[in-house]
């Protein structure tokens, strides 16, 4: 537990900076009209898309005991590919939605 302390009173700023962006985002995403959602769609899978291509980095960096890095970054690339494809399953059928009916 005084690990976890030291490391929070060590990073005090960047702490502080995950928590105001955890904040800020809310209040972005709360504020959104419905017609901005499916350019926002896209821009988060290819922000999931630098998620995927991070962690498969990291993957490559660590060593082979390193089994914490690799675990995480497995779990990194499975729920990034996941979002991205569901991502991109809610955005095409937005724009389907969009159609013209024949």
Same mark, same amino acid.
């Not at 800020?24 to 009209?33: C, R, T």
């Not at 999931?48 to 690339?77: K, N, Q, R, W």
């Given at each position: 537990?005084? +690990?976890? +302390?030291?490391?929070?009173?060590? #990073?005090?700023?960047?702490?502080? $900076?995950?928590?105001?962006?955890?904040?800020?985002?809310?209040? %972005?995403? =709360? !504020?959104? /009209?419905?017609?901005?959602?499916? /350019?926002?769609?896209?821009?988060? #899978?290819? $922000?999931?898309?630098?998620?995927? $291509?991070?962690?498969? $980095?990291?993957?490559?960096?660590? =060593? =082979?005991?390193?089994?914490?890095?690799? %675990?995480?970054?497995?779990? +990194?690339?499975?729920?990034?590919?996941? !979002? %991205? %494809?569901?991502?991109?399953?809610?955005?095409?059928?937005?724009?389907?939605?969009? @159609? @013209?009916? @024949?």
């Amino acid at each position: 537990m005084d +690990a976890l +302390a030291s490391f929070f009173l060590e #990073n005090q700023h960047m702490v502080y $900076i995950v928590v105001l962006s955890i904040f800020l985002g809310i209040e %972005v995403i =709360s !504020n959104v /009209p419905a017609i901005l959602h499916t /350019p926002l769609m896209s821009g988060a #899978n290819a $922000i999931h898309g630098v998620v995927i $291509i991070g962690a498969i $980095i990291v993957m490559g960096h660590a =060593s =082979s005991d390193d089994y914490l890095a690799l %675990v995480l970054g497995f779990f +990194a690339v499975v729920l990034g590919t996941l !979002n %991205v %494809v569901g991502g991109f399953v809610v955005t095409n059928r937005m724009l389907e939605m969009f @159609k @013209k009916k @024949k």
